[in-house]
């Protein structure tokens, strides 16, 4: 008799011990969890800061001695909650019933993510309103939970007037604009590597093509200055090397997130958690978030899914009532957190993730003979996404959608195999989902192109503009051609109106020196005889009716005048193209094509050295004008009777022979 009371006790202990699981499948019923203000309020009497593990790509656990540093600032008995997003749940009337749980007086904050989201005194007199009024206003919404916390923090810690002033200045302030943001994005740090290889290649190369267009400016106006040929180069890989360490000091930032990396162990915390309560549990529910089974729709969860279990094809449920947030480690990613939740508890079945935040349902086979394909593309969307009812239920009508998941489940076509989902796609990098790319990458390489391009246009534009404005300036204010390129630039058959331009040019210019001077010498005969031809107007030499050989005279005297001024005696002017300017000696030159016919003309430095090289091409570098009974044009002494065929002798007999004609003695 004694041995049968043992054996009939230590039955009673085996089934006294046996895991909530085995007993909610013997037809036990599975124990009530307790409340969400409930578990939090454990939590808090643990420690007075709970970083839920929900959220370790925003908020990792590892933030939480941060919250409790800045917590003890307030000055009060401070409480703070960490926890996910909560669409159905008013803050406020969570931390008073964790309140009533924990029953303890003091300041108690809820962040929602890494926004805070609401605060609430008992027993205590901070100013929190005004506290997460200025907390709100001040910071944009970037700045992080810790950042959050301390400006929280540091305006309870003022006491109330100032914190009231402070938040009713804030409110002010930033009532129509932001503040600025604290971190760039992708996107930023893109277009910051293409301003960097704009400028990397674009002002370099600035440099060199202005200095180059400016070197040919000079040289083209006579007032070249000798700079070494090293120093535009040099300044522009200096100015290269500048931009490149300076940029990365500029564009100093290295992530896009206030978030700390969280560890391997933060990140699997979680999925630790789940898998351990399913292992007691067919139907988990996360504690820190709101309860959206009743006991009755709990019990008959319970009751499909240990019928399911003992049926023909049928096998073990796992429901997890979890909250899918991009913050979590699976990065909201319902495929990946089943497959996770899996892999650790080492049990086949049918997951179910119901997420009690917004209300979707997924199911993913693990093993049982059961149409994956059924569950994927037949399963009605009332079922998993819910309707317009589900949608306005703060529980999202989950107790009734999981109860018709079950039927339809019960319903699905068998398989001749067990099933299995295949690998989903592996979750972003915590440590790098927000490090921003370096600088030098991504849009830097096609910002160098941008910036060799974008020099050579804006050179082209600059020297368009300044040949533009230069001739609109030299048709208002010409002035004379540099004596030194005279030879280079005179034309052998010129235009009226470009006589008329110079001649007007160069007999202003001499007018404008002999401003002020009372000599009476060479210079004033040159400008005397310029005058003659054009009766006294030097504005009559740019009117059109003056003839060619009178502007050409006119252009040779005036130059030979300011020559005389800056004390040049010679009187000699090219013969072969007396735009040339000056001669320097006096040579005969082959004057036609046929024959050989020779006159005795003074010649310029390049006339000269043409001669010697090319005597048989010296008539085809004669100054021609049009015949005065048109029909071509003709060597300039032949084409007149004037003045200019006096030119050939000297420019004292051109002075001569404008006053003979002149009639002036």
């Known amino acids: 008799m004694l041995r049968l009371l043992l054996a009939l006790c230590a039955v009673a202990a085996c089934f006294a011990t046996a895991t909530p699981a085995r007993a909610a499948e013997a037809g036990t019923p599975a124990p009530i969890p307790v409340t969400q203000a409930a578990y939090l309020a454990d939590r808090l009497r643990e420690n007075p800061v709970h970083v839920t593990d929900q959220l370790p790509r925003e908020v990792p656990r590892s933030t939480a001695p941060g919250f409790a540093r800045i917590a003890k600032k307030t000055g009060v008995p401070t409480y703070v909650l960490v926890l996910p997003m909560q669409t159905s749940t008013d803050g406020r009337q969570l931390l008073g019933a ?35 009024t200025v907390t709100r206003y001040e910071l944009p919404y970037d700045a992080g939970p810790l950042r959050s916390f301390e400006r929280f923090a540091e305006v309870i810690a003022l006491g109330g007037d100032k914190a009231g002033a402070r938040a009713e200045a804030a409110r002010e ?21 293409f301003l960097t290889g704009i400028l990397l290649t674009g002002v370099p190369l600035m440099i060199v093509l202005t200095a180059w267009y400016a070197r040919r400016h000079r040289r083209r106006s006579g007032a070249e200055r000798r700079v070494p040929r090293w120093v535009v180069p040099g300044a522009a890989v200096l100015t290269a090397a500048t931009i490149a360490l300076a940029a990365p000091v500029v564009f100093d930032q290295t992530r896009s997130s206030a978030a700390k990396p969280p ?8 999925i630790e958690r789940v898998a351990a309560g399913l292992k007691q549990d067919a139907v988990y529910a996360d504690p820190e978030s709101p309860r959206v089974l009743d006991s009755r729709q709990l019990a008959r969860l319970h009751d499909r899914i240990r019928d399911f279990r003992r049926s023909d094809g049928g096998g073990p449920v796992y429901v997890a009532l979890v909250p899918q947030t991009p913050e979590s480690e699976s990065a909201g990613d319902s495929w990946l957190f089943a497959a996770a939740v899996h892999a650790k508890s080492r049990q086949d079945g049918l997951y179910v993730v119901a997420d009690p935040d917004d209300g979707t349902i997924d199911v993913y086979n693990y093993g049982l003979r059961i149409d994956s394909g059924s569950l994927s593309f037949d399963l009605p969307d009332a079922v998993t996404l819910g309707d317009s009812r589900a949608d306005e239920a703060d529980d999202h009508l989950l107790g009734e959608r999981l109860d018709k998941l079950m039927t339809f489940v019960e319903k699905a076509p068998r398989t001749d195999r067990p099933g299995f ?77 470009y006589l008329r331009r110079t001649a007007y040019a160069e007999l202003t210019a001499l007018t404008r020196e002999f401003t002020g001077r009372d000599e009476r010498g060479r210079a004033w005969d040159h400008l005397d005889a310029a005058m003659l031809l054009v009766d006294g107007d030097p504005d009559r030499a740019r009117r059109s009716g003056t003839d060619p050989a009178t502007l050409v005279a006119v252009i040779v005297l005036a130059r030979a005048g300011r020559a005389a001024l800056a004390g040049d005696e010679n009187d000699l002017c090219c013969g072969v193209n007396p735009l040339h ?21 003074p010649v310029c430095a390049l006339c000269r050295d043409a001669a010697i090289a090319d005597p048989l091409g010296m008539p085809g570098e004669l100054m021609r004008l049009p015949a005065p009974s048109g029909g071509g044009r003709l060597p300039y002494y032949d084409a007149t009777d004037g003045p200019l065929t006096a030119v050939p002798k000297g420019i004292t007999r051109l002075i001569e022979k404008v006053r003979e004609t002149a009639g002036v003695h």
Do not use: C
């Open 581 to 601: 300017g000056p001669g320097v000696r006096l040579s005969h030159l082959r004057v036609s094509a046929e024959g050989t016919g020779r006159r005795l003309l």
């Open 421 to 497: 989902e295949p690998t989903p796609a592996a979750a972003p990098r915590a440590d790098a989902e927000y490090a921003l790319p370096p600088l030098f990458a991504t849009d830097f390489w096609p910002g160098l192109f941008v910036g060799a391009f974008a020099a050579l246009l804006l050179s082209a534009v600059v020297a368009g503009l300044t040949w533009g404005v230069g001739s609109v300036l030299r048709w208002r204010s010409p002035a004379p051609e540099p004596t030194h390129r005279l030879p280079l630039t005179a034309p052998t058959e010129p235009s009226a109106s």
């Open 98 to 132: 964790v309140h009533d749980r924990l029953g303890r007086d003091g300041l108690y904050v809820l962040f929602e993510g890494d926004g805070l989201a609401e605060a609430t005194a008992y027993g205590v007199r901070v100013p929190a309103d005004a506290a997460i």
């Open 263 to 270: 560890t391997p162990a933060e990140l699997s915390a979680r």
């Open 173 to 193: 302030k930033y009532q129509d604009a932001e503040p600025a943001d604290m971190y760039i994005g992708p996107s930023d740090r893109n277009n910051q590597s």
